[in-house]
């Protein structure tokens, strides 16, 4: 008896063909997506297209997933609506790419209409193509013009319909949500992560590469850090492999996403403290969306007319730290990013301890997920807002693949210690140093954590917990209770976990 067709796979295939249909334009050009949305381009200085769009972020509190949650009538029919109106509206089809890994890379299909072909272009710029005549795993359908605003996921089908938005990280996250999903049910786990490859010099002479993560919420620093070259002369160096989601694999491998670009934060762009992100987001062939871009072309990287998420597409190849390759063959060390004062630049953790990290996700919220939150403290497991099933599950799977894989794993703090801020020079010093082994490590009594006793290079001694955070005692013991009551919202985060709480 021939297998009954799901209501979800129902919508997928009432989507039209892209190479049959009279409303869709099927993988038209660069150039060609970027004369549909001539009418909302402003050419900058560079050359390059600027767009400014009508959301300014992710919508968050406005997604919904059917492993999550509970879609009522008002869900199916809107899901149902969007699907009808992609055979009713003139669309432009790409079909792209994500992953490169021979077991973890899936083909996606993205529909929007012709006038926002500037969503479309950006994503061609992120993405590879799709191999040809290849079956497509993930779809898309965008529709920006949709008068309630609405992303609506179906993981078994790889559907994802957005509606009411026409901010490109939408259509972004629509393809490395579901990329990431599939990790964890190969075993893995997807990762909002930046990966990086640092080759160095052994005693005796040779080249050793250690592969390293940086997990932290978008804006937080990660893409700067996994971008950083560390200062490294030949033949030693730092290269970037992905800036944003990746997946770690149960053999140690970590799966990259994106292969054509990266979708990099401007505000406050300078020349000086990033020349490499500066040339690549300057250059014309980058896509700018929510910068300050004046009538004759002039580029205001420092403005916030918009918002203080303004983005730009970049070229991989445009990036001189960017690599060729996007997989890492193996990872060695995890960091954590985050910004709290009361934790110390840098501590070393046990899985365990890492797993609470994880499931921590402590930072900052940034204008890339609530702008009108920015700057207050926030929670995220994995640092990731696109995580589809149990949180809890999310960390103890952390916890055995970092335990099986013997992943060394820090947390690390770019903000300030207390009132004693935390420079990029001081960062990137403990970075260079860990990468190398060089670092000697002792226990804090105020913080309960391994921390650096020495650092090449550097008096770590000055970032001390306990001397630069008034009245450290009251904070640390209110920091850990809030941590604790945190914890115990994930029924099943296991106990080990919980209790490594530091």
């Given amino acids: 008896m021939p ?38 381009e402003t050419t900058t200085e560079f050359g390059s297209p600027s767009y400014v769009s009508e959301a300014r972020s992710r919508k968050s509190e406005q997604t919904k997933n059917t492993v ?24 432009v089809c790409v079909d792209r790419r994500v992953g490169r890994h021979p077991e973890h890379s899936y083909v996606c299909r993205y529909y929007v209409p012709e006038e926002y072909g500037r969503i479309a272009l950006s994503l061609c710029k992120l993405l590879e193509p799709a191999p040809e005549g290849a079956e497509p795993d993930f779809y898309t359908v965008q529709l920006p013009d949709w008068e309630e605003t609405g992303i609506r996921v179906l993981p078994d089908a790889g559907y994802t319909v957005v509606a009411g938005s026409d901010y490109t990280g939408e259509a972004k996250k629509s393809f490395l949500r579901l990329f990431m999903l599939e990790a964890k049910r190969a075993g893995g786990l997807g990762l909002h992560a930046g990966s990086k490859r640092v080759t160095l010099e052994t005693e005796d002479g040779d080249l050793a590469d250690v592969g390293q993560l940086f997990l932290g919420l978008s804006g937080t620093g990660k893409s700067t850090l996994t971008a950083h070259d560390l200062w490294l002369d030949e033949p030693e160096d730092a290269t970037m492999l992905q800036d944003d989601v990746c997946a770690l694999l149960p053999d140690g491998s970590v799966a990259g996403s994106e292969g054509e670009g990266l979708f990099v934060k401007t505000y406050g762009l300078d020349p000086e403290t990033e020349p490499a992100m500066y040339d690549a987001v300057t250059d014309e062939t980058a896509v700018l969306e929510n910068v300050d871009v004046a009538a ?84 995220v497991v994995g640092t990731n807002p696109f995580i589809v099933g149990s949180e809890g ?94 914890l115990e919202r994930f029924d099943a985060l296991d106990d080990d976990i919980t209790d490594a709480r530091y």
């Fill in 3 to 40: 297998r009954q067709t799901s209501a979800t796979e129902q919508f997928v295939a009432s989507l039209p063909d892209p190479e049959q249909a009279d409303n869709v334009v099927y993988n038209p050009t660069t150039d060609e997506l970027r004369a549909y949305s001539e009418h909302l």
């Fill in 68 to 91: 999550d949650d509970a879609f009522d009538d008002a869900d199916e029919a809107l899901v149902a609506d969007v699907t009808d109106a992609a055979s009713e509206t003139d669309l």
């Fill in 296 to 379: 004759d072309g002039t580029v205001d990287f420092d403005s916030d007319k918009y918002t203080t998420n303004g983005r730009a597409v970049i070229e991989r190849d445009q990036l001189s730290s960017a690599g060729e390759e996007i997989d890492l063959p193996g990872v060695d060390q995890i960091f954590f990013i985050t910004r709290n004062p009361a934790m110390p630049p840098v501590a070393k953790l046990t899985p365990e301890e890492a797993a609470v990290a994880f499931m921590l996700g402590e930072s900052v919220q940034t204008s890339a997920g609530d702008p009108s939150a920015a700057g207050e403290s926030i929670r």
């Fill in 393 to 486: 599950e999310e960390g103890n799977r952390f916890r055995d693949l970092i335990a099986d894989l013997d992943v060394d794993c820090y947390v690390l703090n770019t903000g300030r210690v207390g009132t004693r801020d935390v420079g990029v020079d001081d960062t990137i010093t403990l970075l260079r140093a860990i990468s190398r082994g060089s670092v000697s490590w002792t226990h804090d009594d105020a913080t309960d954590l391994t921390v650096p006793r020495d650092v090449p290079g550097m008096d770590v001694s000055e970032f001390d917990v306990a001397a630069n955070l008034p009245d450290h005692e009251a904070e640390l013991s209110k920091l850990r209770a809030e941590r604790e009551a945190y």
